[in-house]
């Protein structure tokens, strides 16, 4: 089994900064995309950062110049370092992870954490 462990979520206000951690553990051969989504009340679920295993990186227009998402192979964690929040990007954030086990090295499998919250008051 594979598990995915966020934290770092919480209440700031606009225009400070967080950082969110997500680490991967269990059964785990090599994890080839790491990503943050996130879904807001009343709102579809929607990309915010990936990484792939050679740290090429891709972001949604909205955060762009704002986050950075990162990784630790050696880890298995990713990162996501939220800067000049806005109210906008109040919302719960999933860590998502594409990933391959021991026992079957050839088949990709995605896995979600649990989400954590994150709140910018203006």
């Known amino acids: 089994q594979v598990q995915l462990v966020e934290s770092g979520g919480g209440l700031v206000q606009a225009g400070g900064s967080l950082r969110l951690s997500c680490a991967a553990s269990?059964?785990?051969?090599?994890?080839?995309?790491m990503g943050w989504y996130r879904q807001a009340p009343g709102k579809q679920r929607e990309l915010v950062a990936l990484?792939?295993?050679?740290?090429?990186?891709t972001y949604a227009d909205s955060v762009k110049g704002r986050f950075t998402i990162s990784r630790d192979n050696a880890k298995n964690t990713v990162y996501l370092q939220m800067n000049s929040l806005k109210p906008e990007d109040t919302a719960v954030y999933y860590c998502n992870a594409a990933l391959t086990s021991p026992t079957n090295i050839l088949r990709s499998l995605v896995y979600w954490g649990q989400g954590t919250q994150v709140t910018v008051s203006s």
């Open positions: 269990g059964s785990i051969f090599s994890i080839n995309v």
């Open positions: 990484i792939t295993s050679v740290d090429s990186t």
